[in-house]
């Protein structure tokens, strides 16, 4: 787990391992970046007019005016490819100093997994997930895979301090007697930049990295619609 002196910055990705293909890596990144953000500004995000009530809170407490749905854009291999980069953009060098294991819950981060295991630049990478309820027959697992006693990163299409499958996927890995890593990566940052912070755990701080926050995206639908012109 890091300390206060771990240089493990909490941030957004800026480069990927992208090197040696006659390209501009900074140039290639910013544009596959920004060809992600308008596939999840334009179908990855259910917006409703203010007022609305088509968009029921969670636990049906009011109502949202957005809400993020992120199957449709990361369910295209462009951008399981350019996520899994961006992951071991930041995370090789840090895997060949302290080896590591990644998890996350169903179903959103099984993809982003999958996709990170395929692109790991020859590295033999344990992975497994939790499920989001524990099996009722069988060996009425919670956790489907196996997994090693590496720590854990934790990766996931999105989270917030608060987000409840971050805390699923975090419980469960520390009820197992497995240790975290003490980072996470996810596509999108339900928060603002300056928001960005430690999640506490009983093992330490966690930091989120990211690709994306919400000041990406145009959240409200007067805002989206002003800015395609309509």
């Known amino acids: 787990m890091e300390t206060e002196d771990t240089p493990f910055p909490t941030t957004t990705v800026v480069e990927t391992v992208e090197k040696g293909n006659g390209a501009d890596p900074q140039a290639q990144f910013l544009a596959q970046r ?9 179908i ?32 295209n291999a462009a951008s399981l490819s350019f996520v899994a980069r961006c992951f071991w953009g930041l995370y090789y060098n840090r895997y060949r100093e302290n080896t590591f294991q990644i998890a996350g819950s169903e179903s959103g981060s099984l993809p982003i997994i999958a996709a990170i295991l ?18 009722a027959y069988g060996l009425c697992n919670i956790i489907e895979g196996q997994p090693t006693r590496e720590p854990v990163v934790i990766v996931d299409d999105l989270t917030s301090p608060v987000h409840e499958t971050m805390w699923h996927t975090l419980n469960h890995v520390m009820q197992a007697g ?4 003490g980072g996470a990566f996810v596509v999108v940052w339900k928060g603002r930049r300056e928001q960005m912070a430690l999640i506490p755990t009983s093992q ?27």
């Open 34 to 42: 920004l060809a992600l953000r308008n596939l999840i500004n334009d």
């Open 44 to 75: 990855g995000l259910r917006r409703t007019p203010m007022g609305s009530r088509e968009l029921l809170g969670w636990e049906g407490k009011g109502y949202y005016n957005w809400q993020f749905q992120m199957r449709g854009p990361l369910l």
């Open 118 to 135: 395929m692109h790991a630049p020859s590295l033999l990478v344990n992975a497994f997930s939790v499920r989001k309820e524990r099996k």
């Open 178 to 181: 497995l240790q975290l890593y």
């Open 204 to 230: 330490g701080n966690m930091r989120v990295e990211s690709i994306y926050t919400v000041e990406d995206f145009d959240l409200t639908l007067e805002d989206y619609l002003a800015n395609r012109g309509q």
